[in-house]
Nanobody, 127 residues
């Protein structure tokens, strides 16, 4: 089992920045691929960014490209999401997810590909 705990969410004005963290504990060998998803009220959960154990294989959803940066520190078993130039449409609950294998292609973006999930952290961007 893997436990994922997100932190760093909050309220920020448009144009501002936040840095989310996701700390993994337990069977961390099951965190080969990690990703951030988000879910806004009334909408389906959507992929935001993903990264592999090596730090490569980084993918971003189109709406966040150029504004968000995903990274990981394997020594700390932590994945980060640096979010800059935030927009009101970025408002959502952000979830961290993990899977114990390399994901590729469409599996990377599919929330059903991930076995472990955090409880989520709220990000609210005011206009």
């Amino acid at each position: 089992q893997v436990q994922l705990v997100e932190s760093g969410g909050g309220l920020v004005q448009a144009g501002g920045s936040l840095r989310l963290s996701c700390a993994a504990s337990g069977r961390t060998s099951s965190t080969v691929t990690m990703a951030w998803f988000r879910q806004a009220p009334g909408k389906e959960r959507e992929f935001v960014a993903g990264i592999r154990w090596t730090g490569g294989g980084i993918y971003y959803a189109d709406p966040v490209k150029g504004r968000f940066t995903i990274s990981r520190d394997n020594a700390k078993n932590t994945v980060y999401l640096q979010m800059n130039s935030l927009k009101p449409e970025d408002t959502a609950v952000y979830f961290c997810a993990a899977r114990g294998i390399y994901l590729a292609g469409s599996a990377y973006y599919n929330d059903r590909s991930y076995d472990y999930w955090g409880q989520g952290t709220q990000v609210t961007v005011s206009s």
